[in-house]
């Protein structure tokens, strides 16, 4: 072929043959690029998993009748208010019984504390003196070692 586009030229049957192969070239070319062979299709197929793995998968999962089962055994955002509510309220004379405590045990601290003041002061009192006793000694005793 001369010129590809001039129709009007006659085309020899070897031109075309030429022709003709060329595009069963490029057709093969382009087959193979748009399409998978039948190795890379078993490669792919290979990956997936088959209807026995499936189901045993499947078959391990709970059931929605084993899923309400176990929710129908929760308690409601309702029954948990009650429940809140019922314990509050046993809780509330435990907390004036605390204030109750609290006031004891200051009292008992502060007389604890008054007592050990007494005994304290009683052996504050018996040595009161000691400090001029301890002056008058030691006066003596450097007085006695001067002579």
């Known amino acids: 072929m001369k010129d590809e586009m001039d129709m009007s ?6 031109e075309l043959r030429q022709e003709l192969e060329h595009f ?3 057709f ?6 748009e399409f998978a062979t039948k ?3 078993e490669h792919a ?3 997936l998993a088959t209807k026995q793995e499936l ?7 709970a059931t929605k ?5 176990a929710v129908s055994q929760l308690a409601t955002k309702q029954e948990l208010e ?21 006031a004891e045990l200051a009292r008992y601290t502060k007389a604890s504390q008054e007592s050990m003041s007494k005994e304290v002061s009683v052996i504050d009192e018996k040595y009161a003196d000691l400090p001029g006793r301890v002056s008058r000694l030691e006066s003596e005793v450097v007085a006695r070692k001067r002579r």
């Open 28 to 33: 093969r070319q382009e087959l193979k690029q």
């Open 45 to 47: 197929v290979s990956q």
């Open 39 to 41: 190795q890379e299709l």
């Open 55 to 61: 189901e045993h998968a499947v078959s391990q999962l």
């Open 82 to 102: 009650m429940w809140g509510g019922a314990l509050l309220a046993r809780l509330e004379p435990l907390q004036g019984m605390e204030q109750r405590l609290l």
């Open 65 to 69: 009748q084993e899923l309400e089962h």
């Open 9 to 14: 030229a006659p085309v020899t049957r070897g």
């Open 24 to 26: 069963r070239q490029e």
